[in-house]
């Protein structure tokens, strides 16, 4: 039976984690520990925690007393590291919390768990899964191949600056201590619980509200995408089968512009949600100016997970999409209380 601590639980790809994880293995032990920041929020995590299986703890990775704590009495054999501070645009404003969160709040994380199974043993079924992103990397031209888990670091913003940073902590334990560490690097998530500040439930969430789409410089910047639950199954598959002190780079293939990732989720939009405000929806697209040091283009080889480890994304990027708009449709209460407005049933 694995006992986890996930951090960052609450968030988006944690919360669909933990969701995943306890109907594939109803009988392991969750313990969730969240800050509960502006992006976290305890109540996606609601029925789960009526199963006995799940503790959610609010503190901080940065915490080491508390994270001590926890690892011993919960006799933790197993990290999930989803807490971090993520978007871009925070991370130009105010550095310092990506820096302290992403790189502290990590290394306060890694080395209470490697005394903690320095204490065990050492067994050799621990794992400590630290989920970083592909960022790190840095950007790619139009017609570079995709980045593979041996490219060069090059991170162009705070907030993968620290991401990176972070992932040098990681391999530098295995490294010197042995500590039986993974790391992944997954292209952009999307799917359901996202917080609204990301570019799909941006757009679907102003559609809604008659707001404009802002879209940064001209729309041209490439990214590669997979559906959330395509991510948690990698993580299980990775979990239960990856060698310790190994990376692997999580992607889908599946590239598109920014603009056209937009378009398509106006139609979609015009075709599920006939009362929006304005139609053609495409009629709120407005370009605004490019964010410093925008990365043109992102793309991840996975095809070490997939030959390796036997991982491959399931979900069709049009199907996705088409459930991710109907699940912010169908849970309008959710979203309006992360963006602090009232219920308004639309017809």
């Not at 011993?72 to 550095?95: M, Y």
């Not at 017609?143 to 992932?167: H, I, V």
């Not at 997979?226 to 590239?255: F, M, Q």
């Not at 920014?258 to 370009?287: G, K, S």
Request: contains cysteine; neutral net charge.
């Amino acid at each position: 039976m694995n006992r986890l601590l996930v951090t960052g639980g609450a968030g988006f790809i944690g919360t669909n984690f933990v969701k995943y994880w306890l109907e594939q293995y109803p009988g392991d032990r969750l313990v969730v520990l969240d800050v509960l920041t502006y992006a976290g929020c305890r109540a996606n995590l609601a029925e789960e925690l009526k199963r006995p299986q799940l503790r959610f703890v609010r503190g901080d990775i940065g915490d080491r007393a508390l994270v001590d704590t926890l690892l011993r009495t919960e006799s933790l054999n197993g990290v999930v590291h989803f807490a971090a501070e993520s978007h871009v645009d925070r991370s130009i404003v105010a550095p310092d919390q990506f820096v302290q969160t992403n790189v502290v709040g990590t290394y306060t994380l890694l080395d209470a768990f490697y005394h903690h199974w320095v204490e065990q043993k050492r067994p050799a079924s621990y794992r400590f899964l630290h989920v970083s992103t592909d960022e790190v990397y840095g950007s790619l031209s139009p017609d570079a191949p995709a980045f593979t888990e041996s490219s060069p670091y090059a991170p162009n913003s705070p907030y993968s600056a620290s991401k990176a940073g972070s992932d040098h902590l990681v391999r530098a334990y295995h490294r010197t201590y042995g500590l039986p560490t993974l790391t992944t690097h997954s292209s952009n998530n999307y799917g359901a619980y996202q917080y609204p500040e990301k570019l799909i439930p941006l757009m679907i969430l102003n559609m809604l509200q008659g707001k404009p789409l802002p879209v940064y410089g001209d729309g041209q910047n490439v990214r590669d995408w997979v559906e959330v639950g395509d991510h948690c199954r990698a993580l299980d598959t990775i979990l239960s089968r990856g060698v310790p002190g190994e990376v692997y780079n999580l992607g889908s293939n599946i590239e598109i512009r920014n603009i056209d990732l937009v378009h398509q989720l106006c139609d979609l939009m015009d075709e599920l949600a006939p009362y929006v405000p304005m139609r053609p929806t495409r009629q709120l697209i407005t370009f605004v100016r490019d964010r410093p040091g925008h990365d043109f283009r992102y793309s991840l080889n996975s095809h070490k997970a997939e030959t390796v480890l036997g991982w491959l994304p399931t979900q069709s990027f049009q199907e996705g999409l088409r459930q991710t708009v109907l699940w912010y449709l169908h849970h309008e209460d959710w979203w309006r209380s992360r963006l602090g407005t009232g219920s308004r049933k639309q017809p």
